[in-house]
């Protein structure tokens, strides 16, 4: 058996090491540069799907987006999985056809009675 230098042993694991590091440096990064990727795509679809609104349903759009104030919002409230809605997103239940279940949402939002067009007033008790 060849006995081994300490000094060479440590330099040898110390560059595993480094190179171990820089490895999962890279995947790091490249992960990150995926999501940040993803991220984009879900913003892009998440305003698309107030645009699909305003398109389709714009009575619904405009009392939406007075209800919550601001299109950012707005968009992600489309997206959002609503239990109103059976767990469904509005954009999913629009869908399946159900513009009466997301038309009473978005004017419960507003504090409007849906098909009256009249402002509701919560009691105070």
Excluded: F
Aim: hydrophobic fraction near 45%; charge should be negative.
């Amino acid at each position: 058996m060849s006995a081994r230098r300490p000094e060479a042993g440590a330099a040898s694991t110390m560059a595993r090491v480094e190179r171990d590091l820089a490895a999962s440096t890279q995947a790091y990064a490249t992960a990150a540069e995926e999501i940040a990727h993803l991220q984009r795509l879900l913003e892009k679809a998440i305003q698309n799907a107030l645009l699909v609104l305003e398109h389709r349903h714009p009575s619904i759009a405009q009392l939406l987006l007075e209800s919550i104030g601001d299109r950012p919002r707005a968009a992600r409230w489309m997206c959002m999985h609503q239990r109103a809605l059976g767990g469904k997103s509005a954009c999913e239940a629009l869908a399946d056809g159900d513009e009466d279940a997301v038309w009473e949402l978005v004017a419960g939002l507003g504090g409007v009675e849906a098909g009256s067009g009249s402002i509701r007033t919560p009691m105070a008790y």
